[in-house]
């Protein structure tokens, strides 16, 4: 249960019982926290998990104003879209209130 809240989960989060199989190892999937969408694949809590981490460490070079104060940002964990607004961590952090 403790592990389950580290991710970010609620274990009080109501649960969709099916049976799926994870798109990416195969494993049979018996409850997920979501009823997923017709044809969109399926992960499993593990698979999901390597692929967020992987995700998470991902960061994008390049050269933005934060939309906030003008900061220079020369680092992101995302790829902006064209014409979007970024933030730098404080500004980020201070929207979120």
Same mark, same amino acid.
């Given at each position: 249960?403790?592990? =389950? @809240?580290?991710?970010?989960?609620?274990?009080?989060? $109501?649960?969709?019982?099916?049976?799926?199989?994870?798109?990416? /190892?195969?494993?049979?999937?018996?409850?997920?926290?979501?009823?997923?969408?017709?044809?969109? $694949?399926?992960? /499993?809590? =593990? /698979?999901?998990?390597?692929?967020?981490?992987?995700?998470?460490?991902?960061?994008?070079?390049?050269?933005?104003?934060?939309?906030?104060?003008?900061?220079?940002?020369? =680092?992101? $964990?995302?790829?902006?879209? @064209?014409?979007? @607004?970024?933030?730098?961590?404080?500004?980020?952090?201070?929207?979120?209130?």
């Amino acid at each position: 249960m403790d592990e =389950e @809240k580290d991710n970010g989960n609620s274990s009080d989060r $109501p649960k969709v019982q099916g049976n799926w199989t994870c798109a990416d /190892c195969g494993v049979e999937i018996t409850e997920l926290p979501f009823q997923p969408k017709e044809g969109q $694949p399926v992960t /499993c809590k =593990e /698979c999901w998990l390597k692929k967020r981490n992987a995700r998470r460490g991902e960061m994008v070079q390049g050269n933005w104003k934060c939309s906030g104060c003008g900061t220079t940002i020369t =680092e992101l $964990p995302f790829n902006p879209r @064209k014409g979007g @607004k970024v933030f730098c961590r404080d500004c980020y952090r201070s929207q979120r209130g």
